[in-house]
């Protein structure tokens, strides 16, 4: 999916407020909170964490993930939902990546590592990034 801007890796469940998590089918209907440009799937697994790498394999940021799922976000689109659930977004770095200013496509894909299956985020643009599965 082509994303232009601020974005966002995370997992769903740091975006939506409480609240609302049951309303948007717990991650699974975010379109029903507003959000329009996004890509998300689930990981299939509950807890786990990954670093995100830029192409040259320097770290660019961390995610870790509760809800079994995994999401891209525009910074734009969770600001118009809520300002407070950006606000701590910002605020607690390891369970999300900001990468500003990106311009390119961003897939999601299985792999097999030590015979699990993982999801894989791969981003190419201006900004390359892929995960690497930390635990």
């Not at 509760?66 to 969770?78: H, K, P």
């Not at 900001?98 to 999601?108: K, L, M, S």
Request: glycine share 8%; net charge negative.
């Amino acid at each position: 999916m082509r994303f232009d801007g601020d974005i966002v890796i995370t997992d769903p469940i740091y975006v939506i407020t409480h609240d609302d998590w049951t309303k948007c089918s717990y991650g699974h209907n975010l379109p029903i909170l507003g959000f329009e440009n996004f890509l998300a799937d689930s990981t299939l697994c509950g807890d786990w964490e990954c670093l995100i790498c830029n192409d040259k394999g320097k770290q660019i940021g961390h995610i870790s993930a509760d809800s079994g799922q995994v999401g891209i976000f525009l910074t734009d689109e969770i600001k118009k939902y809520s300002k407070e659930a950006y606000q701590c977004l910002r605020q607690n770095n390891n369970v999300a990546t900001f990468i500003h200013g990106f311009h390119g496509d961003v897939q999601f894909y299985k792999s097999l590592q030590d015979d699990i299956e993982y999801t894989k985020i791969k981003g190419v643009g201006n900004i390359n990034f892929q995960n690497i599965i930390d635990i």
